[in-house]
């Protein structure tokens, strides 16, 4: 799948109802703990659902799509 922009779209399936951005971005191995989630969001900027987002706490859920390093993500 692809967006309007030509990146790729990963899709990410959500088991629960939600997962947080910190829960997230260790189960991508885009960091290798939790307490990370704070510095790594400070230097890199996060789009959800086209906004920036820099709360490790936000709850991501189905249909939503999260943008990092030019890799985009779809949450089903």
């Excluded at 987002?53 to 709850?59: A, I, L, P, S």
Aim: charged letters at 30%.
């Amino acid at each position: 799948m692809q967006s309007s922009e030509g990146d790729i779209i990963k899709e990410f399936t959500v088991k629960g109802e939600y997962i947080t951005l910190s829960q997230f971005l260790k189960e991508e191995s885009i960091i290798s703990s939790g307490g990370q989630a704070k510095w790594y969001l400070q230097d890199n900027p996060i789009l959800l659902n086209g906004v920036q987002e820099n709360r490790r706490g936000k709850k991501l859920r189905a249909g939503d799509q999260v943008e990092i390093d030019h890799e985009v993500y779809q949450f089903r």
